[in-house]
């Protein structure tokens, strides 16, 4: 081969080297200069990792401080699929921890239209632990926290339930949402190229939320739910709900409602039992309003405890003819006997006496038709018909408490009023705030101390033979209140069912000195229908065991 042959073949070679050479040169430039933005994005979204670390949920715990919910460390768990090397294999493992269907987690991790897929949310530690501990590359765990309520049904409406983006949904999960939530923070994690982290920073570190001590008692709670349980059984309700207060104080013992649900699954039960009817159901209260009918009238001074009616077996007002829920002939009742016997043309001849304008004063006196202020979420006003709109017949409806719509809340704070001597409080359910007391509202005087204690007095002949309680007693002590049945309104007919009742009682005990009050209140019982049969014998085993358990003195 010729020297020149050889020459041009070097040349030609060197040429190209040299042409390649420029090419690789201007790439490098091009990726260098050019598009070194765009690629340190990407790099920076393969290889940092920013989310949010949720803050620890406060707990909530009773006046004594049993745990009712409390907040336990749990993963999100996700996975980036294209990094998962075996996703059969991977999810033969997990699936058994999870307790997923193996197909399902499979679907996720074969994914090939994206880089993100969750595979669980709120997992406990114990498992999200024993899932990383399988080394399986391509998965991300995000710490949180999962809601977990150890007693599982106590409680429940009250407390409520928190979502999986942790959130309360509703009870005082959802009215303290704020203040228990805390603040989320954030997390930087460094990735390697198989996604495993080798550096987490926390920029903004998350705060816990506040802790609530609420004024409900675990163990009274608990008798309450279990009374309520066989009233339930008993007499199947569509709802049926219970209070325990201190009248003194404003403070709820418990609050307990029928059908209970599990606070750890509330989508089981069905959608109208997580209502908590204490302060969210509206109902007429009929003969238990009857108090505030007298009440009324003797602080007027029209009545006194011993003024005497001479009552026809039934009265007409306008065009409403009312008799008594029992047929009798004339008679003849002292204001006393008239709540005692809970008489209905009675208690209308009183409110007759006090007229239109006294009697509108008194309703709303007594705290009805406004919320009453109770650290609940989703508290009804009720509803109380204007002045303005009185009719005829008006004045036969209220004093019997038919015309009306109240809360179980509202009259056990109106019967609280009676029992403390005439001041009317806000109920109160949160004792403290992350340990600081939770300040409560100052009562006011409705009433005198000398009415209320001649209420007092008249109410302890509802126990009294003849009384619509007469059967229910506590040995050693002395007990008030008063029994009501009242007709619901028909939705079709748009009158007063002769089939559908709510049945109620209001007491408290010791009736001179009153240390506690307790409400019951049942909706369409089955069965039986009044406020004597169905809801007094559940006050008197609340009570007995109540005035018992807190060392409550006999009268």
Do not use: C
């Amino acid at each position: 081969m010729s020297a020149g042959l050889v020459d041009r073949r070097i040349g030609l070679l060197f040429a190209t080297f040299l042409i390649l050479l420029a090419l690789a040169a201007g790439r490098s430039i091009q990726l260098g200069a050019l598009n070194n933005s765009k690629l340190s994005a990407a790099a920076a979204i393969q290889q940092v990792r920013t989310s949010v670390v949720p803050a620890r949920r406060g707990s909530i715990v009773d006046r004594n401080g049993v745990a009712l919910a409390v907040s336990e460390p749990a993963d999100d768990i996700s996975a980036t699929p294209y990094l998962v090397k075996d996703p059969v294999t991977a999810a033969e493992k997990i699936a058994p921890i999870l307790g997923l269907p193996q197909d399902e987690l499979l679907k996720k991790l074969a994914r090939k239209d994206t880089g993100f897929v969750f595979l669980a949310r709120q997992v406990p530690a114990s498992k999200a632990d024993r899932i990383q501990k399988l080394g399986i590359t391509g998965l991300q765990f995000d710490p949180g926290n999962h809601r977990v309520y150890p007693h599982d049904w106590l409680a429940s409406q009250v407390l409520g339930s928190v979502g999986t983006d942790g959130k309360g949904l509703f009870g005082l999960e959802y009215g303290w949402d704020g203040r228990l939530r805390g603040q989320d923070g954030t997390r930087r994690a460094v990735n390697d190229a198989l996604g495993k982290p080798v550096a987490v920073t926390d920029p903004q570190p998350a705060q816990a939320g506040a802790s609530l001590r609420l004024t409900l008692d675990a163990k009274i709670q608990d008798k309450v739910e279990q009374v309520m349980e066989g009233v339930g059984q008993t007499f199947r309700p569509k709802g049926a709900t219970a209070i325990v207060m201190d009248p003194n104080s404003g403070e709820l013992l418990a609050v307990a409602n029928w059908p209970r649900i599990n606070a750890n699954d509330p989508s089981s039960a069905p959608g109208y039992a997580n209502q908590d009817r204490a302060v969210g159901f509206d109902y007429e209260p009929g003969s238990t309003f009857k108090a505030f009918t007298v009440a009324g009238a003797l602080q007027d001074g029209l009545v006194t405890p011993t003024t005497s009616f001479d009552l026809a077996p039934q009265i007409q007002v306008a065009d409403r003819v009312i008799g008594e829920s029992h047929v009798r002939g004339p008679e003849t009742l002292t204001t006393a006997g008239i709540l005692a016997q809970s008489s209905n043309v009675g208690a209308i001849t009183i409110g007759l006496r006090e007229g239109k304008a006294r009697f509108d004063k008194w309703i709303h006196r007594f705290g009805f038709g406004k919320p009453t202020g109770v650290e609940l979420p989703g508290e009804e006003r009720g509803l109380v018909l204007p002045l303005a709109k009185y009719s005829g017949s008006t004045m036969g409806n209220l004093p019997i408490g038919q015309g009306i719509s109240v809360t179980p809340m509202q009259m056990a704070a109106a019967y609280s009023a009676i029992a403390n001597g005439g001041v009317l409080r806000t109920p109160r359910i949160v004792k403290a705030v992350d340990g600081r007391p939770a300040p409560a509202a100052p009562g006011h005087r409705i009433i005198s101390t000398r009415v209320a204690a001649q209420l007092r007095t008249m109410l302890e002949g509802v126990f009294a033979p003849g009384g619509t309680a007469s059967e229910v007693s506590i040995p050693g002590y002395v007990l008030a209140g008063k029994t009501g049945t009242a007709n619901k309104i028909d939705p079709v007919t748009h009158e007063y069912s002769k089939a559908h009742y709510v049945a109620s009682f209001m007491g408290f005990a010791p009736a001179k000195d009153p240390k506690l009050l307790v409400a019951v209140m049942a909706d369409e019982p089955q069965g039986a229908i009044y406020g004597g049969t169905v809801a007094a014998p559940a006050f008197g085993q609340i009570m007995a065991f109540a005035l018992q358990y807190l060392k409550i003195p006999p009268s």
